[in-house]
């Protein structure tokens, strides 16, 4: 039997997100999740497989009836043997009929164990899968608000759920229900009274255990939430390692751990202790009901009305079921912290999409490229607007600039634009039609994107640079990469285009990654193009070489380029100025630097002179 996970994650305070400039409330949280829908999230894996889950189930239930029934012939067997005489041939047609069933146990053992692990092997891919599939349909707020670590965490523990249920199912559940309920019915014909003590044992036990698990279960969520801290702040401090060596954290670091990973031992340390504090009383009770059968059975015995057999005969139901009893407690803790385990997942489940598709969506293969803000209000918290009542219109082919102070929603109006977020109200046109009448696929397929700190794959760098049109073949790639300036320095590595660039790209530099980012724009040659300061990582020499790829990227297509570096723009048809949230200004570089108090004259000679008038 495998081990039963031991963690549970589950927070009880409902999560926040944010969808434009309200604050919106997850429908759901963990403790709001029924049992009913974690089950129906669960048979969704199992559904697919649940011919090989009922041959397990059917096969460990005729194993168990089997189990139950031996017994009763090993005391037919001694009760032959306490009368004496010479019955040979009828003791060896019982040991020949229990050979016959143990044969007949190992084959079910084989094929329930076969099917069990192929079941929970298939299942567990299945869960992880839909999770995987809905987790990343969820909006880019849904990711800023929650640690990579723990949604991966959360995935890992679903998918681990199902095999402990599965297993508590197969090997503790269906046991306990057969032998007990098969004992007390066998027991009832040679003993009543003994019959009706195993039955009031067992009735007391499983009782006792259930509201001591269900009482248990606050400390078991306590605990969880703990480790749940203890995870975030692992991972978070793994992802900033950098930072935390460069601005001298590690004391600090290293202390706050200590602090978060102490409170998690406490907490873990109690739901320990209460445990085995539960397995000493019950094993005091063990004690108490095997010496109480067996002294009726004496009593029995002097009466004439037992034999040798029925004391093997309750011995054996006695410590079968104790065997089993003994295991209740940690069963429904398992079932417990399984539930708790799926019930974080399920709740991100059971959360609608922030950004979806309406029925009927349009997916036009090829926009012309004609953009339009209209009225757009936008913002993160409902006591701040980033945009206010913005409006825009982009010629298709037309090459505009966004300009402005850090955080006056330069890059908000491009996110919008992909729909990574929602306005607050207003709406976004492409050749007249509302990006929310367009699938987001076939929306994003029309846009190519250049952030400021693009992040890749740990896949090779062909990967990489094909990953917006997979279907490329190898020579547009490297003809991308040429265009790009990455071919100089991809040809300087052991491994080519198959250098591995590592986690998020880390194996090479920003501006290594930014030309990675421009090559696959490049292979992409998607009708519109948006350029998030694009060349920011350069250096001077890099950034002519880059420029020139961009003019002829640009040459075809619609552009928005966000940039501070106001060097890099100065080619464009028109410089809108953004400020406050709306727009402030707009016009050619020229026409723009001629305005005596402009805000973009302002930013320009800060630039070039180093200084503002």
Request: hydrophobic share 45%.
């Amino acid at each position: 039997m495998r081990n039963f996970p031991f963690g549970v994650n589950v927070k009880s305070s409902p999560k926040k997100i944010i969808n434009g400039g309200n604050l919106l409330k997850m429908e759901t949280s963990p403790a709001q999740i029924s049992n009913k829908a974690v089950f129906k999230e669960i048979w969704k894996g199992v559904a697919p497989h649940k011919r090989l889950f009922w041959v397990c189930i059917i096969a460990y239930a005729i194993f168990d009836l089997i189990n139950l029934i031996v017994p009763v012939f090993y005391k037919n067997f001694f009760d032959i043997l306490g009368m004496g005489g010479n019955e040979a041939t009828s003791l060896i047609k019982i040991i020949v009929i229990i050979a016959g069933l143990h044969f007949i146990n190992w084959i079910l053992q084989a094929i329930g164990s076969l099917y069990l692990n192929s079941c929970e092997a298939k299942v567990m891919a299945k869960l992880k899968q839909n999770s995987f599939n809905y987790l990343m349909l969820h909006s880019r707020n849904f990711f800023v608000n929650n640690f990579a670590g723990a949604l991966v965490q959360r995935i890992n523990r679903f998918s681990r759920s199902f095999e402990t249920l599965f297993d508590i199912l197969t090997f503790n559940l269906i046991p306990i229900i057969i032998n007990i309920v098969g004992a007390i019915i066998i027991t009832a014909f040679i003993a009543p009274l003994i019959s009706i003590i195993i039955a009031i044992w067992t009735i007391m036990v499983l009782i006792a255990n259930f509201f001591f698990s269900r009482w248990k279960i606050k400390f078991d969520i306590a605990a969880a939430e703990a480790d749940s801290k203890t995870t975030g702040l692992l991972s978070d401090n793994i992802i900033n390692h950098l930072s935390i060596k460069l601005l001298n954290g590690y004391k600090r670091e290293t202390k706050n751990f200590k602090n978060t990973a102490n409170n998690q031992a406490e907490k873990t340390l109690f739901t320990w202790q209460l445990s085995t504090w539960s397995y000493i009383i019950q094993h005091f009770l063990i004690y108490a009901v095997e010496f109480a059968a067996f002294y009726y059975t004496i009593q029995l015995w002097q009466n004439g009305q037992a034999a040798i057999g029925t004391f093997v005969l309750i011995q054996t139901y006695i410590i079968g079921i104790s065997h089993h009893l003994w295991g209740v407690s940690r069963m429904f803790r398992g079932i417990y912290q399984a539930m708790a385990d799926s019930k974080e997942m399920v709740e991100i489940l059971a959360s609608p999409h922030e950004i979806r598709d309406i029925a009927g969506a349009q997916s036009p293969e090829r926009v012309k490229g004609k953009i339009e803000f209209k009225d757009i209000v936008f913002g993160f918290e409902g006591d701040r607007e980033i945009l206010q009542n913005l409006n825009l219109t982009i010629k298709a082919g037309e090459k505009v600039a966004i300009v402005g102070p850090s955080g006056t929603g330069k890059t908000t109006l491009t996110n919008l634009l992909l729909r990574l977020f929602d306005p607050v109200s207003g709406r976004i046109l492409i050749d007249g039609l509302d990006i929310k009448n367009i699938s987001q696929e076939s929306l994003r397929a029309n846009i190519s994107l250049v952030p400021q700190d693009p992040t890749l794959f740990h896949r090779t760098i062909m990967e990489n640079i094909r990953y917006g049109r997979p279907d490329a073949p190898d020579d547009e790639v490297v003809r991308a990469a040429k265009l790009a300036h990455c071919h100089e320095f991809v040809q300087r590595m052991p491994a080519g285009y198959e250098t591995l660039v590592g986690e998020r790209g880390v194996k090479l530099s920003g501006g290594e990654r930014q030309r990675v980012a421009i090559a696959r724009a490049i292979l992409k040659d998607a009708p519109i193009l948006v350029l998030d300061e694009a060349t920011s990582s350069l250096d001077s020499e890099s950034e002519k070489l880059i420029q020139d790829a961009l003019d002829a990227l640009m040459k075809d297509c619609t552009t928005i380029a966000i940039a501070h570096r106001l060097s890099t723009i100065r080619k464009m048809d028109r410089v809108v100025v953004i400020d406050g949230g709306a727009i402030a200004e707009e016009g050619t570089h020229q026409s723009l630097i001629r305005k005596p108090r402009g805000l973009y004259k302002k930013l320009w000679r800060l630039q070039s002179s180093g200084f503002i008038e």
